[in-house]
């Protein structure tokens, strides 16, 4: 079992910015990536960005250049840096944990992007 805790979202006026954080515990060492998908409302949740055990990351597109997913190991934590937000970017962002043959999630956080 893994268990995820995401903090850090909130509102934000287009332009800026907003960096999430996903805390992980429990069978920490049987995850091989971690990642963020978000869903806005009457749309299909939707893959933001992925970083596996060896440090790789993949972005939608929509994100690329605008968004940079990291993570610290000692604190079992990944993050995900928002800049240049824009009113579409407005959702509920969730942290995965991807174990073989299972996904977590964490309960989500909400982003809104409004001037």
């Known amino acids: 079992q893994v268990q995820l805790v995401e903090s850090g979202g909130g509102l934000v006026q287009p332009g800026g910015s907003l960096r999430l954080s996903c805390a992980a515990s429990?069978?920490?060492?049987?995850?091989?990536?971690m990642g963020w998908h978000r869903q806005a409302p009457g749309k299909q949740r939707e893959l933001v960005a992925r970083?596996?055990?060896?440090?790789?990351?993949n972005y939608a597109d929509a994100m690329k250049g605008r968004f940079t997913i990291s993570r610290d190991n000692a604190k079992n934590t990944v993050h995900l840096q928002m800049n240049s937000l824009k009113p579409e970017d407005t959702a509920v962002y969730y942290c995965?944990?991807?174990?073989?043959?299972?996904?977590?999630w964490g309960q989500g956080t909400q982003v809104t992007v409004s001037s």
């Open positions: 995965n944990a991807d174990l073989t043959g299972r996904r977590f």
């Open positions: 429990g069978s920490i060492s049987s995850i091989h990536a």
């Open positions: 970083i596996n055990s060896g440090g790789s990351t």
